[in-house]
């Protein structure tokens, strides 16, 4: 497996070693000693979360606060998406900064966002199946969110925005300034 921070500390990009033949292939998708060594922490996950989500589909961005905060390993299972991750860590030196990774089936990469980060993806592919892992359970009152189409971010989603799909809870999230703090 190899690792790449991103621009963003804690932030990284994960390829797997894919074995290809003429059956088809096999990955090693998860190793906990691998993943707590290649991103220099210990992580332990405590629950995997799916979706199914067409064209155009924006989920997030959304994060869990304080106790509840919670890290996440994604990657997608069928289809493509566009990854974000926005640092909201207030002592960063990339606080309101992102990171976008397409992930995909095809590509196997998967994209690890520590605690502090606003997250979401937009699905790119006619479907899109999402998967990932996170280290702290959900908790409805500790969750935040960021509004898509922040000025101060500036996400290039890169797809027309009057075509997004957005939830209507996901439609009025706030802006960075205005956002519940993390910590």
């Given at each position: 497996?190899k690792f790449?921070?991103?621009k963003?500390?804690?932030?990284?990009?994960?390829?797997?070693k894919?074995?290809?033949?003429?059956?088809?292939?096999?990955?090693?998708?998860?190793?906990?000693?691998?993943?707590?060594?290649?991103?220099?922490?210990k992580?332990?996950?405590v629950?995997?979360?799916?979706?199914?989500?067409?064209?155009?589909?924006?989920?997030?961005?959304?994060?869990?606060c304080?106790?509840?905060?919670?890290a996440?390993?994604v990657?997608?299972?069928d289809g493509?998406?566009?990854?974000?991750?926005?640092?909201?860590?207030p002592?960063?030196e990339?606080?309101?900064?992102?990171?976008?990774?397409?992930?995909?089936?095809?590509?196997?990469k998967?994209?690890f966002?520590?605690?502090?980060?606003?997250?979401?993806?937009?699905?790119?592919?006619?479907?899109?199946?999402?998967f990932?892992k996170?280290?702290?359970?959900?908790?409805?009152?500790?969750?935040?969110g960021?509004?898509?189409?922040?000025?101060?971010?500036?996400?290039?989603?890169?797809?027309?925005?009057?075509e997004?799909?957005?939830?209507e809870?996901?439609?009025?999230?706030?802006?960075?300034?205005?956002?519940?703090?993390?910590?």
């Open positions: 497996m790449t921070e991103t963003l500390k804690g932030c990284f990009i994960l390829e797997p894919i074995i290809k033949d003429e059956r088809g292939y096999f990955m090693e998708s998860f190793n906990e000693k691998t993943f707590q060594e290649g991103i220099g922490q992580v332990t996950f629950q995997d979360n799916q979706s199914f989500s067409t064209n155009g589909v924006l989920r997030g961005l959304h994060y869990q304080g106790e509840h905060a919670q996440k390993l990657r997608v299972l493509e998406v566009l990854d974000v991750a926005v640092d909201l860590r002592e960063s990339t606080y309101g900064q992102y990171e976008a990774v397409l992930l995909s089936a095809e590509n196997q998967q994209f966002v520590p605690r502090g980060f606003a997250h979401g993806y937009l699905v790119l592919s006619n479907t899109a199946i999402f990932y996170c280290d702290n359970f959900y908790n409805k009152e500790s969750e935040g960021l509004i898509f189409n922040d000025q101060s971010v500036n996400i290039n989603w890169n797809f027309p925005l009057n997004l799909i957005i939830s809870k996901d439609q009025v999230l706030p802006n960075l300034e205005n956002a519940k703090k993390v910590w």
